[in-house]
Structure formats: structure tokens, C-alpha cells
């Protein structure tokens, strides 16, 4: 700074300082294209106004269904394991930290144990945002921890997904997972006086998850109307197929409508839901 700078700095008004407003505090709706403050969504569900809802994190989401928003993390082996050594545009081990740092989550699934209207279940639910909500070696320890817990405390089991696929910087240990994860939920329902399973396949379910984990629990169901669920994208299928794939396929209530999935429960009444469904068959199988 020489002697004008100065000078000037003492003429000049001072720049004011802009507003410690963090640039993700806003997310924009993608049917009515409105912008929602983050503090809104938190208080409903993570819904636009318009109805249409965004992704939920997992600690969000506990929030509303475990009775008074209490509820305990069951920890799993997540430590970072480079298989392939993977480097693509940046290391393996950056894009993890960058989810972690995103998310403030060790890994794309937490299981949570908790009571919902005084019934204790396990629960998973996985986050998008973390790394496009791939399955890797974690997530399937993840699986195995929470239907070990399921089966040894004796709990219903409801899991929430929400995943791109594989995890492609893990190769061949990321399809791995799931016959691993099959064969856990497997064992879990194979018990003679078993809890049941509930699956919510939230938007996008793709993939490898959706053609594993995602349609093997008692009930199948989906979080609302237009949610994505399926193997392969509309724009992989267009290309082996000359006939024309309608608007509204893989979507939730396309898949309703074709016998896939069970129902299609949105977040508010999604407590209620599983509660119902979880009392009725504790009669059914006790
Ligand atoms: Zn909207």
C-alpha cells in the first residue's frame, strides 16, 4: 500500500461488508423454479412450497420421524479404502473428502436406531450429495451392520435410498456389494420370529442399488408422484429401442401403476405410515 492508496482509503466510503449468507442456504425448486431458504425446508420436510420435494439429508429426516427428534447413530467400519487407486480429474481420496466436507458425513449412509410413536426400529437412509449417493465397500458394511442390529436387538428395519448406482473409483468391490447386501437382508428375513423390512426409494434410485437392495424388503414404496426409480436411464434404453418410451416412465407412479412398488407415501405422512405398517405386521408374523 504506497502513500495515494492510503490517502485514498481515507477519502473514499468504505465498501460495506456483503452478508455471511452461505451460497448453499438457497436451493432452487426444479418444477416451479422458486428459490427456498434453507431454514424453510427444514421446516417442512424438506418440501417446496409447490409440493415438489428436494433431497433429504439423513439427519433431517431423522428429525421428523423418530418420536421428539431423538435418536441414536449405530457406527459401522467407514474408513477410506483406495482399492484401484483411482484417479480420474481428481484422487478418490479428494472426491471423499469433498462429500464429508459437503455433508458432514463419514459416508453415504447413516443408520440410526430410534422409536417412531414408541415402536424401536433401525433405520439407514442415504444421501445423494455424498458422492451421488454411490454404493461402495462402506455402504455395504453399512447394509450388514444395520440388518445384524435389526436381527440381533430384534427391530423392524426401514431404509430410505437414494443412489446414482455403483461406485465406479471401486471397480468390480463396489458390484460386490450387492449380493453382499442381499444376502444380509436375506438373513435378517430369514429369521424364524423376524421384524419386518420397509424400503422407501427416494428420488433418484438407480442403478445397481435399485436392482439389489432396493426391491427385497416387505414393503417397496416411494416418496412422490415423480420420483426417478430404475435400472437404466430413459437415454441408455432410447438407444437399443426404436419404440417410444412414455413421459412418464420410471417414474414412481408409473411403477406403482406396473405392480413395482406398493405405494406412494409422501414425507408427511410417512411416520404414520411405517408405524401403521410396522404394528401390523408385528401381529402377522409374532
Ligand atoms: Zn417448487
Redesign the pocket.
Known amino acids: 500500500m504506497n502513500w495515494i492508496t492510503r490517502q485514498l482509503k481515507k477519502i473514499l466510503p468504505q465498501k460495506k461488508k456483503s452478508l455471511d449468507i452461505p451460497v448453499d442456504s438457497w436451493q432452487t ?1 426444479k ?2 423454479k ?1 428459490a427456498n431458504y434453507i431454514d424453510d425446508l427444514r421446516k417442512n420436510f424438506y418440501l ?5 420435494p428436494f433431497s433429504c439429508p439423513p439427519r433431517e429426516r431423522f428429525k421428523y420421524l423418530f418420536d421428539n427428534s431423538k435418536w441414536e447413530e449405530v457406527p459401522y467400519d467407514t474408513s477410506f479404502k483406495d482399492f484401484l487407486n483411482w484417479k480420474d480429474r481428481i484422487s478418490y481420496k479428494e472426491r471423499v473428502q469433498k462429500s464429508i466436507e459437503a455433508t458432514g458425513q463419514d459416508e453415504v449412509g447413516i443408520i440410526a436406531k430410534g422409536e417412531i410413536n414408541g415402536t424401536k426400529v433401525c433405520c439407514i437412509s442415504m444421501n445423494f450429495l455424498w458422492a451421488g449417493g454411490s454404493v461402495g465397500h462402506n455402504f455395504g458394511e453399512c447394509v450388514i451392520k444395520a440388518a445384524e442390529t435389526s436381527r440381533e436387538e430384534n427391530l423392524p428395519l426401514v431404509i430410505f435410498t437414494e443412489s446414482g448406482g455403483a461406485r465406479m473409483m471401486e471397480g468390480a468391490i463396489s458390484l460386490m456389494q450387492l449380493p453382499r447386501m442381499t444376502v444380509a437382508i436375506q438373513i435378517f428375513k430369514d429369521m424364524e420370529q423376524r421384524q419386518p423390512s420397509i424400503l422407501f426409494s427416494c428420488s433418484p434410485t438407480t442403478g445397481g442399488l435399485s436392482a439389489s437392495l432396493a426391491n427385497i424388503c416387505d414393503f417397496t414404496l416411494a416418496e412422490h408422484e415423480t420420483d426417478l426409480i430404475a435400472f437404466a436411464g430413459k437415454r441408455v434404453l432410447d438407444g437399443f429401442n426404436d419404440e417410444t418410451i412414455p413421459e412418464d416412465f420410471q417414474t414412481a407412479i408409473s411403477l406403482k401403476r406396473n405392480g413395482f412398488l406398493d405405494d406412494i407415501i409422501e414425507r408427511p405422512n410417512q411416520k404414520e405410515k411405517i408405524s401403521t405398517l410396522i404394528s401390523l405386521l408385528q401381529k402377522k408374523v409374532a
Open positions: 425448486c418444477r416451479c422458486s417446496c412450497s409447490c409440493g415438489s
